[in-house]
């Protein structure tokens, strides 16, 4: 939240950007292979080093609209901020290097560098084509919808899945006493138990193949970080609020940016007459046509606000 209500008569423009990680994953490079680890500062032998870097950063005092993430724990809560000040922590390099551009200071410590190429292109092409062809309230919409939002994730998940059995209760005191200190939890149904278990050997499980790639799934949030500070520090655009793939704002939009259909541009969700933003995931919008829109981070769907509660 930059500003948190617009001037009397000032209208709101609020977009969303189509298919952020999808358009990401569709056109940008991913890293690839093996990792190589490196200590110091690796653009003094590769200005094109790619992958991921600890660094030590300063961000610029007068910066008007921080882009670097970090976690911090605040009274006890962890919280993703994006502060001012110094810290250190471990960055995807073309983010760092669109910090640098912003005034921030960074000194490379230590990291891992990739290869790279483009791996995603046909498959998000193929599902947002299909996407295209069918309303929204077609479930092959949906369908190719979630594939083509859900698929970062999937790389950034842990893979050691409890084993799951359904066992007769006349043999579940041997299988208790063989698997005692791995069973996780355990259902009654009727005269046998769903038994879940962790089945892996704690000694061998990290030497075992992991069909997951955690250098993807963090190169994808962080291409989508990149392409949102567009929007960011731009003299053009007066930035109320953004989240992670919208921008609020009271200005003229270029329309080589706006197009509904094409996967990274942006579409004008609503207009709104009257808003509110009083922090991350809490605002509220009248739009032109007298809808009341309004999010509350962790506050039950069926509680109904007003204006005036903001």
């Known amino acids: 939240m930059y500003i948190p209500e617009p001037p009397k008569d000032v209208k709101i423009n609020c977009y969303d950007v189509n298919s952020l990680y999808p358009s990401q994953m569709e056109s940008r490079v991913m890293p690839i292979g093996m990792p190589t680890y490196f200590n110091g500062n690796i653009l003094n032998i590769n200005e094109n080093a790619f992958g991921f870097f600890y660094c030590k950063i300063v961000a610029p005092n007068d910066i008007l609209h921080p882009i670097l993430q970090t976690r911090v724990k605040i009274n006890g809560v962890t919280k993703t901020i994006s502060p001012i000040g110094t810290w250190e922590d471990m960055l ?4 760092m290097k669109n910090a640098l551009n912003l005034g921030y200071k960074i000194n490379i410590l230590w990291g891992y560098t990739f290869n790279s190429e483009n791996v995603f292109k046909d498959y998000v092409n193929f599902l947002y084509n299909l996407r295209l062809q069918y309303p ?26 409890d084993s799951i059995n359904v066992i007769p209760k006349k043999f579940y005191p041997d299988f208790e006493n063989k698997f005692i200190d791995q069973i996780t939890n355990k259902i009654e149904l009727d005269d046998h138990w769903l038994v879940f278990y962790n089945s ?13 790639s955690i250098a ?7 291409w989508a970080r990149v392409h949102m500070t567009i929007f ?40 709104s007459k009257k808003a509110i933003f009083l922090s991350p995931k809490l605002y509220c919008l009248e739009t032109i046509d007298n809808e009341l829109i309004y999010k509350v981070k962790g506050l039950k769907h069926e509680i109904e606000l007003t204006m005036s509660d903001f």
């Open 216 to 222: 993807i799934a963090a190169c994808i949030t962080a």
């Open 232 to 271: 960011k520090n731009n003299p053009k655009i007066n930035l109320y609020y953004t989240d992670t793939d919208s921008a609020y704002t009271d200005s003229d939009i270029d329309d080589a940016l706006i197009c509904d259909k094409t996967l990274g541009k942006l579409k004008l969700e609503n207009i």
């Open 136 to 161: 929204k309230s077609d479930p092959m919409n949906f369908i190719a919808k979630i594939l083509l939002n859900s698929l970062y994730g999937r790389f950034g998940m842990n893979d050691n899945f």
């Open 92 to 95: 995807f390099s073309e983010e």
């Open 200 to 212: 892996t050997d704690e000694s061998t499980e990290d030497l075992g193949t992991h069909n997951v």
